[in-house]
C-alpha cells in the first residue's frame, strides 16, 4: 500500500465548477501537510500548507481530519489555469529530515 | 536566477554507463533534497541533505545511486552502470532548514530527464 494515495484522475470540469480532491495517509504519526501543484513537465510548486483547522487562500481551501487520516482540497470557481496535477504530500513524523512523500497527483482539466 | 538550478536538463545515455547530475541551490538553504519521478508515477525520495550532518540516503534505490554535497553547495547526484529502470526525471529541492516545521517549503529546481537507451 502507498503511503501516499489519490485518485489520479482526471477530473474534467467546465470553468466555474467546484471540485475537490482527496487524499489519504497511511502513517498515523504523519507531521506536516501539503498541497503543491505541477504543472505538464514542470517542476512542483507549493500551493498551499494544509492544517488541522483548515485554512483558506482564495478560491482554495484545504482541509484535515486526522482521525480519518485524509487532506482534502476544494477549488471554487475553477478557472482554466488551474488546469494541472495537485500533488498532496506529507511529512514523515519519525523522520526530522523534512523529506517529503509525494502521492501520485490528482489531474485536473477545466475546459471552457 | 534565484531558483534551485539543475543541469543537465536532459541526458540521454546508453545502459551501463555513469550519468552525474547536478544542482545548484538557492543560497542561504541548507537543506538539500534529491527526489526522482518516473513517468505517471508520484516524486519519490532519494537523499536528503542538512549542513553538516550525515545525509538521510534512505530513499537511494540500490548501491548504484550515490551523491554528495560539497561545501554545502552545490550537490551532485551519481548513477553508477545505469539501467533502464532509472529512466525518470530527477528533481533537486532546496529549503532554509529541514526539520518538521509546517512552514518549509521546498523549492524545485526544473529537473533533469534521464532518458537510458
Known amino acids: 500500500r502507498k503511503e501516499v494515495e489519490q485518485d489520479p484522475g482526471p477530473f474534467n470540469v467546465p470553468e466555474g465548477a467546484t471540485v475537490a480532491f482527496n487524499c489519504t495517509y497511511s502513517?498515523?504519526?504523519?507531521?506536516?501537510f501539503f498541497w503543491y501543484r505541477q504543472d505538464c513537465r514542470k517542476e512542483p510548486k507549493l500551493l498551499m500548507s494544509?492544517?488541522?483547522s483548515g485554512n483558506e487562500d482564495g478560491r482554495f481551501t484545504a482541509q484535515l481530519n486526522r482521525a480519518s487520516q485524509y487532506i482534502s482540497l476544494l477549488i471554487r470557481d475553477s478557472k482554466l489555469s488551474d488546469s494541472a496535477t495537485y500533488l498532496c504530500v506529507v511529512t514523515p513524523f519519525y523522520s526530522n529530515t523534512g523529506k517529503l512523500i509525494f502521492g501520485q497527483g490528482t489531474t485536473l482539466q477545466v475546459k471552457p | 536566477g534565484a531558483g534551485v538550478s539543475q543541469s543537465p536538463s536532459n541526458k540521454v545515455t546508453e545502459k551501463g554507463k555513469d550519468v552525474e547530475l547536478r544542482c545548484d541551490p538557492i543560497s542561504g538553504h541548507t537543506a538539500l533534497y534529491w527526489y526522482r519521478q518516473s513517468l505517471g508515477q508520484g516524486l519519490e525520495f532519494l537523499i536528503y541533505?542538512?549542513?553538516?550532518?550525515?545525509?538521510?540516503k534512505s530513499g537511494l534505490p540500490s548501491d548504484r545511486f550515490s551523491a554528495e554535497r560539497t561545501g554545502g553547495s552545490v550537490s551532485t547526484l551519481t548513477i553508477q552502470r545505469t539501467q533502464q529502470e532509472d529512466s525518470a526525471v530527477y528533481l533537486c529541492a532546496s529549503s532554509p532548514a529541514g526539520g518538521r516545521g509546517r512552514n518549509q517549503p521546498q523549492h524545485f529546481g526544473d529537473g533533469t530527464r534521464l532518458s537510458i537507451l
Open positions: 502513517n498515523s504519526a504523519s507531521q506536516s
Open positions: 494544509v492544517y488541522s
Open positions: 541533505f542538512q549542513g553538516n550532518s550525515a545525509p538521510d
